[in-house]
């Protein structure tokens, strides 16, 4: 059986889409509801045989092969053409799975979230949409395609974060989120283009052969000699081009500022698209360029590397200033995504192939983080969804003492909590620990500021834990009533099911060395990898989360907190400066409002206004005042014509009679 | 025989009698009989010089022959304008119809 069902993949959610968003408001709430989870529940099907079946396969020369059931040109354009198909291979099945099962949950989430409100219909064909467009990012047979995906995606994240668009912080996050992101998908596409210019390609045929290992035929399509005839930096600037669009996807510092505010839209959705898939998309094709990084741009790497770093730093220092819930868990994202991005970048070419497994741990970390903090980050933000439900605020001061009172969120909660903080035997351990171990190998100073900043992740996260479920309750939301109807706990314990069941596996896998845990199904060189965990960095790593969670245990469990007060007392500016992101929003504000718009925005308007549209006044008024003065020649008199074409024709006779 | 300055004479005559017709009078149909004139002036000089260049042939002639039909044809037309002018405008003189004017 060949792969030709996967097409119905991109196809189910699209249907679903057109029907939602043709039909949708003829239905009820919950026959739209219906469509689309039964649409996304037949795309999880398959997406999960896909996978089976893919992962089920024998590997030849040691990797899975890569298979492109479609291709289709779709638009040639003399040596280059834009194809469009699927492609699978390890890391696209892989995203399949991720995608399909955090936006399966989703949609059966949102039946009990979105219930009753205005515009039910209209938010599931946006999230079909979504889905649609992801899953057609991760198939991608080239650049382009992924392009055209990418910014789907981006559409459709604009629409579902502005969904409640009568409020108008929705309206400017929205528009923030579409016009940062936008602006550094323009480096994507200059990228694309010098990438296409330069090596007559856009396609990915090269990803599966050098991920096959041997490196002998790095290219089946594309011209690579050429570029790297014209010059050895065009292949590095290129991609860099391209990584600037990926971290504006991603959120990576200087051009995360837009995710913060994306929580402004429902939380389902924050946790489907800003949380678990859309924020991965940059990683996800730094990981698809992969083999042109590593060969060509190795280099280059370290910009990625450096950039991964402060980001993680950053935002782990804004998010334990947050006093609202889904900020905190959005920085935290953008700290976790920054940790995905740091372990692709720390991977090195290796000794004897150019990719060997040992060399290229990061990218199979970074890929295996990118799974798990998709499953607990999704179940962070749906229980922050769960209990923002019940007490119908996102402060942190507005609850307090919830867990007898959200019992199956608390669990979930510090179920995910526990992962992302990386405690052994938690799908996050294994994950951010390979991650740890590669940027150790990478350089000790990246690793040792790595596990700082996860011992900072474990303590934000403890920090909002505890400012939950323990800590001072609010008076104001005591008799209020609470609970948790099955459609939103049944995501979330499925969620963490996932995450404690991965997490064990991987955990004694890693203690163990077992095969069959991440490193089998995706690795850089495609081989079966099997990952043994380095025991000093698990070690340290583990301890480093454990006395962090003690910290925030000791600081913000009790129902006062004198050591938080006094902390906050002491240092009143640098609470407030990590309160307001270290000013990231007013720095940009100034930039763009101060120096671009006034310096160059200005002056362009002025010479629009007044040359450009000067010049074509000038005509139309030159075109008004000829009409004007030969008005007077159109009398309606015909005999006047008449004289008038008489003496001409005589005038010309004459002359012509005088030549 | 009649000398063939004669008949230039007589065309010539017929045209500028014509034009002078047609740019001094106002009413339509004097205009009309005006412009047939400087059609007859036409057909007297082809006639004319058919016969002083060419005696053999009767390209003239028959040219003579077409435009007396055009001018019948366009005759007809131009009264039927005329009778409607004349409907619309209450009056058949070309200063009343000044609608075109810019």
């Excluded at chain 1, 997406?47 to 092969?65: K, L």
């Excluded at chain 1, 992740?457 to 005591?478: D, H, Q, S, V």
């Excluded at chain 1, 245990?553 to 004198?562: D, F």
């Amino acid at each position: 059986m060949g792969f030709e069902y996967s097409i119905f993949i991109l196809l189910l959610p699209l249907l679903s889409f057109i029907v939602l968003g043709l039909a949708g408001m003829k239905m009820s709430h919950k026959a739209a509801g219906l469509i689309g989870t039964c649409s996304l529940g037949l795309v999880t099907i398959l997406s999960y045989m896909t996978a089976f079946q893919y992962f089920g396969a024998d590997r030849v020369n040691d990797v899975y092969q890569t298979i492109v059931p479609y291709n289709f040109t779709w638009l040639p354009l003399g040596n280059l053409h834009f194809d469009m198909g699927i492609l699978l291979d390890p890391i696209s099945v892989m995203m399949l799975i991720v995608i399909s099962t955090v936006s399966f949950m989703v949609h059966i989430y949102s039946f009990g979230y979105m219930h009753g409100e205005k515009g039910f219909q209209r938010y599931y064909a946006f999230l079909s949409l979504f889905t649609m467009s992801m899953l057609g990012l991760v198939l991608a047979t080239n650049i382009f395609q992924m392009y055209m995906f990418w910014e789907l995606v981006g559409v459709s994240s604009y629409l579902l974060i502005g969904f409640y668009y009568p409020l108008k912080p929705a309206i400017a996050a929205s528009k923030k989120a579409f016009i940062v992101t936008r602006f550094a998908d323009m480096f994507f596409l200059v990228g694309i283009l010098t990438f296409g210019y330069f090596t007559d390609s856009f396609s990915f045929s090269f990803a599966g052969d050098i991920v096959m290992g041997q490196g002998t035929t790095p290219f089946i399509e594309g011209n690579m000699t050429k570029a790297v005839a014209a010059g050895a930096f065009i292949i590095p600037t290129a991609l860099t081009l391209m990584f600037i669009g990926g971290a504006g996807k991603s959120a990576m510092f200087p051009l995360h500022i837009w995710l913060p505010d994306a929580m402004e839209g429902p939380t389902p959705v924050s946790a489907l698209i800003h949380a678990a898939t859309m924020v991965v998309a940059g990683v996800f094709q730094i990981a698809r360029m992969f083999p042109l990084w590593i060969q060509y741009a190795p280099e280059a790497m370290s910009i990625v590397v450096w950039v991964g770093v402060f980001t993680a730093f950053y935002a782990a220092a804004v998010a334990c200033a947050q006093s609202d819930i889904k900020r905190v868990l959005a920085f935290s994202t953008i700290s976790q995504i920054a940790f995905m991005m740091v372990a692709l970048g720390v991977s090195l070419p290796g000794h004897e192939a150019i990719l060997d497994n040992h060399a290229q741990l990061g990218y199979m970390a970074g890929m295996f983080h990118l799974f798990t903090h998709a499953m607990f980050k999704a179940c962070l933000f749906l229980g922050a969804g769960c209990i923002i439900h019940a007490v119908h605020s996102n402060e942190m001061a507005k609850m307090g003492q919830l867990r007898n009172r959200l019992p199956i969120t608390h669990w979930t909660f510090l179920i995910s909590c526990l992962a992302i903080a990386g405690i052994p035997f938690f799908s996050g351990f294994s994950s951010k620990d390979e991650i740890i171990t590669a940027c150790m190998e990478y350089s000790p100073v990246v690793g040792w500021i790595m596990t700082g900043i996860a011992a900072m992740t474990a303590f934000y996260m403890f920090r909002l834990y505890y400012g939950i479920f323990w800590g001072t309750p609010c008076k104001e939301n005591e008799h209020h009533e609470m609970h948790e109807p099955v459609v939103m706990w049944l995501p979330l314990v499925i969620l963490s099911v996932i995450t404690v069941g991965v997490g064990v596996y991987t955990t004694l896998a890693g203690f163990l060395g077992w095969g069959g845990s991440f490193g089998s199904f995706v690795s850089a060189a495609g081989t079966d990898y099997t990952i043994h965990f380095d025991t000093q960095v698990a070690a340290t790593s583990t301890i480093i989360a454990i006395l962090s969670i003690c910290l925030a245990t000791y600081i913000y469990k009790g129902e006062s907190q004198p050591i938080a007060d006094c902390l906050y007392k002491t240092f009143p500016k640098l609470h407030r400066a990590a309160y307001k992101r270290f000013y990231q929003d007013e720095i940009w504000q100034y930039v763009t409002h101060r120096i671009i718009f006034r310096c160059i925005s200005t002056p362009i308007a002025w010479f629009d206004r007044h040359v450009v549209d000067g010049t074509f006044n000038f005509m139309a008024w030159g075109a008004n005042e000829g009409g004007e003065s030969l008005r007077a020649w159109q009398s309606g008199d015909v005999r006047q014509y008449a004289v008038w074409f008489i003496t001409g024709s005589v005038a010309l006779t004459l002359i012509l009679l005088c030549i | 025989m009649v000398p063939v300055e004669c008949y230039f004479v007589l065309s010539t005559l017929l045209f500028f009698i014509g034009v002078y017709g047609f740019v001094t009078r106002r009413n339509l149909l004097a205009m009309l009989i005006s412009v047939e004139l400087v059609l007859n002036a036409v057909d007297v000089n082809f006639a004319a010089i058919n016969r002083l260049l060419y005696p053999n042939d009767m390209e003239g002639m028959f040219m003579t022959l077409f435009v007396i039909g055009v001018a019948a044809a366009e005759s007809a037309v131009a009264i039927a304008i005329i009778i409607n002018v004349y409907r619309n405008f209450k009056s058949d003189t070309a200063d009343s119809i000044t609608n075109m004017k810019g």
